[in-house]
């Protein structure tokens, strides 16, 4: 058990940029938009979050700028998608691209650098409970956000009216039109606040993860994010499991690495995304055998009102 | 009805809606008073629902006028159509399949600002359930619900908003004559109560038995407002169509031969995984049209699609001509003469975006006499057989190198009968064969499926349409939920009221043995075999 508690807690630790993009994801495609551009959300957050920090000394205002560019890139992700009705695979990709090659030519100066960012704060009282102390409330302040936030989306998803227009426009846009809602504004407010949440993410790693930049720092988080969405079923509960199982499969690989043993490295850094095409093999095959993945029905579908086919 | 001096609830004038290119509505006037239910009567296409999304908010009129209560309104949005005290019914209900009954109802309510008040929904849905005589369990999320009572979840939605003036777009077109019979009930309260009710149909009979004043559309022009005691069925036919019309049919009685079709204990499941056909096993004879009758969606649909091969059967055996074909390739169900003209002509029929020769190489390109060296696809030959077809179906077209897409409905349906039945199949499937189509489009494929059967085919065909099935078939089979209700052997002898009961879940032995008195009302023309 002793040994199992520090994989554990750095299960945690690793897991939670994916929870924040994940989460984002979740209530991005929950209002019918897809947003591939997690990966380059994920890494403009990460180098604007450092950068700021860098230059104020305050790990805070990192958080909030990262969270404001996330915002700002997805709103042309949105307008692209909603207002346009372009492809949003390709208008994700774009993102993606953009974000990639933005914080890697923005960020070459700071390579090198470190902040002293978010250290840990345990939780007084809470993280002196027996294993549970040690694994969930002995962390910085950005995980202990990060359940609160989990909290928080179910609650507002599943019991509050906003959650209730929420589901219904990923689901039927038509619908919510006709009952006076505006699907665009709601199409627009949620992948933006989603983009934000990746960027969050993004900025946990170079402010608490690693606390320094490094190109392509996200390695592919983002890309699991939006595998996991999927197993989560686009639930939030479930993306806390999610995160936390992929963030411990990075932790144990790390460690075996350390311990020293004869397989090859290469391999055991795969492993995070091997699980990533397993876990999406064994939902698929679910799928077929009559299993309902509830997807939101008109995920990816641009809707406008006075379209005939 | 219309007394002078008093201010109409609703008065539309002059209202013009142009789509790309087609006038769906030009001049259109229409008034509501209180307390009546006023019918848009027209054929598909006439513009009926254009005129109704633009009073519900859905489209923004070019030009006219709308004056509510004698204020005048800009309907910009369907939220400014609601706070006029607007409800609509659209034809697809427009409900959230994923939430539950009251989730819908409160969907968009502005009286509760963040949380959402379950109990006082919840309540309020009560009390309407009671005042209009309208049943459905509040907890229950859509997709569960049969489509009747998804309308009736519409209906309370309305209601629910305290609207006014309640717009009902061919709400009769998914119900069995008892649920009509139960609708019809609630739009007399809502009528009692002083609203105003705007009922669009096409099916005559019901119109004459529900509405007060009645408004006929032709081709997007108002053709005349007439009130109900003035006129009579083949009067209203003859402003919808603008000609007489002739309600018969002519249908010989045939000797069925052997079966051609026949299916066993079949097990099907839809697109999201569950179980849509359930142990369902028929009959078709040659020489026979099969009536399929239900209400839409209890896997009609599906089960077609397996009989013809285009959809993967769990369970079960499909033999045609005695040969088993369940499980095989749709080209094996092809070659042995299965044609099928399903229910989705523009998703699943045809390719909309391919012209008409190329529409009717999909079935044959791969036969010796339509490719060169078995290798190369002859289009000449093509082409040839193409102008044929076009001509003995007369399909209107603008020119066989033009996309199908530019041919109007009644048109596309001709062209996929041309393809499917110019090779004299063995057994035809036939969904909705008449969906959306004019009256003289309608009566083109009913005579061509008749022709069809007096050649020797078995034919299948599926309708929610009763008058339809009634008329044309020689036995029915009734579905209910993927599952066989019974097969009913002499039309005649089975009272639309049996065939409500059966359509909704009572299965033919459960009743009474029918007394045989063919109160159909329905004009057949049958000549006695010699």
Redesign the interface.
Known sequence: MDVLIPVMAAAVRSGTPILYATLGEILTERSGVQNLGLEGLMLMGAFSGFSVTYSTGDPWLGVLTAFFVGVAISAVHAFLSVSVGANQVVSGLAVTMFGTGASSLLGRKMIGLTVKGFGKVPVPLLSEIPVAGPVLFDHDPLVYISYGLVLFLLWFIF????G??L??VG??P????????SAARLRYLYTMIGGGMAAVGGAYLSLAYTKMWGEGMSAGRGWIAVALVIFAVWHPARAVLGAYLFGGVGAMQLRIQAAGTSFPAPIMMMMPYLFTILVLLVISVK?G????I?AP?ALGVPYS??E?? | MVSAGRVPLVSMRGIEKTFVGVKANSGVDMDLERGEVHTLLGENGAGKSTLMNILSGLYTADSGAIVINGEPRILRSPRDAIRAGIGMVHQHFMLVPTLSVWENVSLGLDDQPFFLDKGRVIEKVGDIQKRYGINVDPMAPIWQLSIGEQQRVAIIKTLYRSADILILDEPTSVLTPQETRALFRTIRQIKAEGHGVIFISHKLDEVMDISDRITVLRKGRKVASVNVKDVTKESLAEMMVGRKVVFQIGKTLQNPGRVVLEARELVVRGDRGRVRVDHFSLDVRQREILGLAGVSGNGQGELCDALAGIRKTEKGSIKVDGCELAGRRTREFQKRGVSYIPADRIGTGLVTGMNLRENIALRKYWRKEFTRFRLFIHWENIAGRTGQLVERYSVVNPGLGFPARMLSGGNLQKLMLARELSDDPRVVIAVQPTWGLDVSATLFVRETLLEQRDRGAGVLLVSDDLEEILSLSDRIAVIHNGRLMGIVEDPDSVTEEQMGLMMAGTCLEEFSPPSGDGSLGQEKEVTPSP
């Open positions: 019991r509050t009216r906003q209730l227009n589901r219904a689901e039927s038509v619908v919510v039109d006709a009952m006076g809602l799928k055998k009559g299993i309902l509830d029905g009102r006075e005939r086919t």
